[in-house]
């Protein structure tokens, strides 16, 4: 077994709330600066940036989750993550449908664009990505693991966009693969308050949408290789693979 640092929450420049420096390129320098083995793609409703921060992370020898922070009908933010691009790009084809069309106002939100290698603006979405989509938590989930996805409400603690602050409990036939905690938690006093989130291996992230912010939260994944497989597995205490926080 090998451990490897992982930060799996990061927000790219297409995220209206994302700095304009959070290019790939950008994320990418950064994470190996941070020392991360291993970092997740989230874009708000959106996996278009995720195929070129794996490339280039592949370059630097960094493993890439691709996905989304997806927020359902409920308004309760998740984490999907995919291991094949055929998947992926249904996911996407499924984030299109179900976003509704409010177009964004870039002076109150931000940008919303997509650039290349060179960080040349090759695609603007018009959509605000922040809107919540039409299909609920359980619709959500369940499109996830149809295409082997991994499931994760992200930032269970927060009392905003949380599945807490949203539904005020969690589901007893959640079927998540993890939960996210925010780096402020601690994670002993919300399990004591919340003992149902034992029954889920957990997850700390940045949710960065600044390059300083990247790597401010570490999950060190013991593994036999740093791979979707090896995670899941994990993520499942599958073994002697074993999970813990920085």
């Known amino acids: 077994m090998k451990c490897f640092r992982s930060d799996l929450h990061i927000h790219t420049v297409l995220s209206p709330c994302g700095d304009l420096e959070m290019s790939p390129g950008n994320i990418v320098a950064e994470a190996v600066l941070k020392g991360l083995d291993i970092i997740g793609v989230t874009d708000h ?10 490339r280039l992370a592949a370059e630097k020898g ?7 922070e997806v927020t359902t009908k409920e308004e ?8 094949k691009t055929d998947a992926l790009k249904t996911f996407q084809e499924f984030l299109d449908s179900s976003l509704p ?24 979405e018009e959509k ?14 369940a499109f996830v693991h149809k295409l082997d996805g991994l499931f ?4 269970v603690n927060r009392m905003k966009n949380s599945i807490y602050s949203q539904l005020g409990f969690l589901p007893p036939d959640l079927k998540a693969d993890a939960l996210e905690f925010s780096k402020s938690v601690k994670q002993e006093e919300f399990r004591s308050l919340h003992p149902e989130t034992g ?11 600044n390059l300083q912010d990247i790597g401010s939260a570490v999950t060190v994944f013991c593994l036999n290789e740093p791979t979707f497989s090896e995670i899941r597995l994990a993520l499942r205490r599958a073994g002697e693979r074993k999970i813990y926080y920085r």
């Not at 029954?199 to 949408?209: G, L, M, N, P």
């Open 128 to 141: 605000l990505l922040i809107n919540a989509l039409s299909k609920s938590l359980e619709e959500t989930e």
């Open 199 to 209: 029954r889920y291996e957990v997850i700390k992230s940045s949710d960065a949408h």
């Open 101 to 124: 069309f409010v177009k964004n106002d870039p002076d109150i939100f931000g940008h919303q664009v997509q650039v290349d290698e060179n960080e040349i603006i090759i695609y603007e």
């Open 62 to 68: 960094i493993t890439v989750l691709q996905g989304a």
């Open 76 to 83: 309760v933010h998740c984490l999907a993550f995919f291991e």
């Open 152 to 155: 994760i409400p992200a930032h």
């Open 45 to 54: 409703n959106s996996t278009r940036h995720c195929e070129l921060v794996s």
